[in-house]
């Protein structure tokens, strides 16, 4: 599985994005889309995920609960992640990554596909 992430730019403090995460082929229900980010000089951190077969299941940290919303479009194989009220806390890399399974993980050495990572830059 190949993942394209895209839809990173700079955005002004409050202002929002929506990034994109396209799969190269269909990805069956039992996986789970998830979106991490980094930063220069930190570990890589989980941000929201998705499970593809459940309607309504996603988890967010706790950083991003009430401001950003993970979600899925089957049909074009992208599951999203609008992000609103962004701060400039939330500029990193942005990367979408998949894993087979039914429960959420935050752990990136559960993912082991991922995309290429889209920058996103928040100024004041």
């Known amino acids: 599985v190949q993942l394209q992430a895209s839809g990173g730019g700079s955005v002004q403090t409050g202002g929002s994005l929506r990034l994109s995460c396209a799969a190269s082929k269909v990805i069956s229900d039992n996986h789970i889309m998830g979106w991490f980010r980094q930063t220069p000089g930190k570990e890589r951190e989980f941000v929201a995920a998705?499970?593809?077969?459940?309607?309504?299941?996603?988890a967010y940290a706790d950083s991003a609960k009430g401001r950003f919303t993970i979600s899925k479009d089957n049909s074009k194989n992208t599951v999203y992640l609008q992000m609103n009220s962004l701060k400039s806390d939330d500029a990193a890399v942005y990367y979408c990554?998949?894993?087979?399974?039914?429960?959420?993980?935050?752990?990136?050495?559960?993912?082991?596909?991922w995309g290429q990572g889209t920058l996103v830059t928040v100024s004041s």
């Open positions: 990554a998949a894993r087979r399974g039914s429960r959420h993980s935050y752990y990136t050495y559960h993912y082991p596909f």
């Open positions: 998705i499970i593809l077969n459940s309607d309504d299941n996603t």
